[in-house]
Nanobody, 125 residues
Framework: QVQLVESGGGLVQAGASLTLACTAS????????MGWFRQAPGKEREFVAV????????YYADSVKGRFTIFRDAAKNTVYLQMSRLLPEDTAVYYCAADTASDGLYARSGEYEYWGQGTQVTVSS
């Protein structure tokens, strides 16, 4: 079992920066992939970014490439999503997820077995 807790959401203006954190507890292994997803009101959950814990390989959605950075701190069992140049369309609930079974960089939510409760990010124009 893996427990994921997100933090760092909030209300910011367009163009601002915000960093989300996801702390994992339980049976956290270095083989995991850790992803961020988001879901805006009335829309489906969409992939944002993923990092493999061991290799530090990363993959981003085109919509956030160049603005968002995913990175992990192994000592703290924490994955971060550093978001810059935020846009109103980035407004969503952001979820952290753990892929414990594969070894790739996946954008499909079905590849992830564990999810956090989500943290709200609101970007005003």
């Amino acid at each position: 079992q893996v427990q994921l807790v997100e933090s760092g959401g909030g209300l910011v203006q367009a163009g601002a920066s915000l960093t989300l954190a996801c702390t994992a507890s339980g049976q956290v292994l270095s083989s995991y992939g850790m992803g961020w997803f988001r879901q805006a009101p009335g829309k489906e959950r969409e992939f944002v970014a993923v990092v493999r814990w061991r290799s530090n390989a990363k993959y981003y959605a085109d919509s956030v490439k160049g603005r968002f950075t995913i990175f992990r701190d192994a000592a703290k069992n924490t994955v971060y999503l550093q978001m810059s140049r935020l846009l109103p369309e980035d407004t969503a609930v952001y979820y952290c997820a753990a892929d414990t079974a594969s070894d790739g960089l996946y954008a499909r939510s079905g590849e992830y077995e564990y999810w956090g409760q989500g943290t709200q990010v609101t970007v005003s124009s």
